[in-house]
């Protein structure tokens, strides 16, 4: 028994050593780490004034997204992406992409209001559009706040906000525009002067809606004219080039009350503008 017991151990002594002896296959321990854009900024799902109510998945399992800097660390190769949400666990979003290396592309997540679904827009959807002149810009504006416009067809007074050198804050009016599209896929782009004097580049434009038929303007909480900034061209990144804008509207719930707000039922709301492309 017990020399039985020293051969077999002697054979896997020997089988061991002539494994050892053998060449060993290179073993791949290194994988490429990507970093995939997913601009939720235009989502309202993150950004509703109450919360961030959305996540990620990749090939079905939870991953972090860093929303503040647009990034989905994954793997090289094929990946299917889900965008859901966190308050049902209902997907609102997915694609499926081959991830590479290398790659600069950039997708961009829309939903104008938590009632709309999620759609993935085309990041160069200005590439075709052309300059204003000198001195100008080019606007389109989209109404998805029609809970709190209550008019048939919008017109949009729009107004330049600065400051000059005493601090004093000068605002005058630079145009209208005319009967507004109720998605980004209606409506056309308006053409109008900046009404930025030389010198100036700090400034906002604000908006006021108008019924299209009476000419009445929306009243806020306190019985005067609502207005809200519409954007500040400065603070744009990348800076305009062409001054071209697409802004869409949307509804937000206020902190609380006052004159100022929209009020609807119990609650106080303001019309947001917010940036959907510029060039």
Known sequence: MYNNIKNTFRSLLLAAALGACQKAEPVETWTD?????FDASRVALANNGQG?????????????????????????GEGKFEFYDIRTGETVAEKTIDVKSGTADEYILFQPTLASPVSFIDPRALDNE???????????????????????????KMSVVYYDQDFNEIRHEVGMIRDIGNSVDEGDYHILPNGVPDGISDYAYVFEFMDSETGAPLLNHGGTSYSNYGFMPVYLSPAPEKHIFSVYLNSIKAWGETPVF?????????IAANVLFHL
């Open 262 to 270: 929209i009020r609807k039922g119990e609650d106080f709301y303001e």
């Open 33 to 37: 780490f990507v970093d995939v854009s």
């Open 52 to 76: 961030i109510f959305i996540a990620a998945k990749y090939n079905g399992h939870p991953i972090k997204w860093d929303l503040s800097q647009k990034k989905i660390r994954v793997v090289e």
């Open 130 to 156: 052309t300059a204003p002149p000198p001195g100008h810009i080019k606007l389109k504006i989209s109404n998805y706040a029609q809970d709190l416009i209550p008019f048939s067809k919008v017109d949009v």
